[in-house]
């Protein structure tokens, strides 16, 4: 109950950096921690292994889309690790659920939706320290909650309402 747990939910593909992921969490010291990997796909079995000597490293099936905002409030912080992402939507639906994330600069979205130490962490994906450095900032639960109010707010500028008007109003010109 008062780990923080680090969620990554999609597929296990190769471009995610997963195995990125698991080493970097392997490296973060305390029984604080968890990292809980929701999906499936190519990698899976690798994942698992990987991960199989480190009891703070969960997994759970690949769950439908309705089933998202339970999965995202499983945890504290998203985290997108990809080497190659064109926007990351998943950060958005995080976000909504109100949990700050961490995403590589990789991620088309990190621009747009974070805002380092207010809703969220962008790290360099080809620096596996930068991960663990992103980790470490969240020492509480308190931190992630903190945050995660924050990233709820940030996202509200991202309804399908406010994007419609700044189209209209790009075209207007």
Request: proline content about 3%; hydrophobic content about 40%; overall charge negative.
């Amino acid at each position: 109950n008062e780990a923080i747990v680090f969620l990554y939910a999609g597929k296990f593909y190769e471009v995610k950096q997963l195995d990125h992921l698991i080493n970097s969490f392997k490296q973060l010291e305390g029984n604080q921690y968890r990292l809980l990997l929701v999906g499936n796909g190519e990698q899976e079995s690798y994942l698992k292994e990987l991960a199989k000597n480190d009891e703070r490293i969960l997994f759970l099936p690949f769950r439908n889309q309705s089933d998202m905002p339970l999965v995202y409030r499983l945890g504290d912080v998203f985290v997108l690790p990809s080497k190659s992402e064109t926007w990351g939507l998943s950060v958005n639906e995080a976000m909504a659920c109100k949990r700050p994330a961490i995403v590589s600069n990789k991620c088309g979205c990190a621009p747009e939706l974070i805002v380092n130490n207010r809703t969220g962490y962008v790290f360099d994906s080809s620096d596996p320290s930068a991960l663990i450095h992103s980790f470490r900032q969240y020492s509480t639960r308190e931190t992630a909650f903190e945050q995660g109010e924050q990233a709820f707010s940030h996202i509200q500028h991202f309804s399908l309402e406010n994007v419609a008007a700044v189209i209209e109003k790009e075209l207007m010109k």
